[in-house]
């Protein structure tokens, strides 16, 4: 059925013949259980930024390595900082902080150390002064400084929104707001000790329909 078991170290040839055609892959069997290494070592990211990668490499006594990655189970010690794919060594960044990333591998494990720090001095809010009428929707984005690609962080689904009047205006967890009456409305958004700011105003009802009649 082409399964393969391996019974001592060494080199082999694996060969598949159908009719006329054959296909033939090599397999090595390694003696021993592997060391088993996680890399980057250790990792610096921002909340908001784009998801860091891991690699699980295993290192057999006859120093030949194995990409693992998507064969070892991994954790993270604290997923509210940070999760990780459990199967693909895939990191997302949540909030700020320090965890441990685990991978473990034919009973071997091996760390890394994720760091989210960097600080935020600023959160800006966009659009800054949006108007809509009542009953109509605004979508507001969040956003932070630079990440280590260079991009910028996008924080709008890890921040706590508020509005300053829930009878003008509410607004969702993700940023999304509704005009509820017309008036002004300051939208908020924070993550840790950080916040910005943006001024919604909500003006006459949209017009929900429109009559032609014949001209006299």
């Known amino acids: 059925k082409g399964l393969a078991v391996g019974l001592k170290a060494g080199t082999t040839t694996i060969r598949a013949t159908s009719g006329p055609v054959t296909g033939a892959t090599a397999l ?11 890399t980057p070592p250790t990792a610096t ?6 998801a860091v990668p891991f690699t699980a490499t295993a290192v ?5 390595t194995a990409d693992v990655t998507t ?7 604290d997923p509210t900082i940070a999760t990780i794919g459990a199967a ?19 009973g071997q494990n091996a760390t890394a150390t994720l760091t989210l720090g960097g600080g935020i001095v600023s959160i800006a809010v966009t659009p800054a002064t949006p108007s ?13 400084g630079a990440c280590p690609d260079g991009t910028i962080a996008d924080v709008t689904s890890l921040a706590s929104w508020t509005s300053s009047s ?8 993700t940023g999304l707001a509704t005009g509820v009456a017309r008036g002004t409305s300051t939208i908020t958004a924070t993550l840790g000790t950080v916040s910005g700011t943006a001024n919604l105003t909500v003006g006459t009802p949209a017009c929900s329909s429109l009559t ?3 001209h006299p």
């Open 28 to 38: 090595t069997v390694h003696f021993g259980p592997p060391g088993l290494q996680v």
């Open 45 to 50: 990211t921002r909340p908001g930024c784009a």
């Open 60 to 64: 057999f006594p006859d120093k030949t």
């Open 71 to 77: 064969m070892a189970a991994w954790t993270s010690s």
């Open 88 to 106: 693909t060594g895939i990191a997302t960044p949540l909030q700020f902080g320090t965890v441990t990333i685990a991978a473990t591998y034919m």
């Open 132 to 144: 809509i009428p009542v009953g109509l929707t605004q979508q507001f984005k969040a956003t932070t």
């Open 166 to 173: 829930l009878t003008t205006a509410t607004i969702s967890a």
């Open 212 to 214: 032609v009649t014949p």
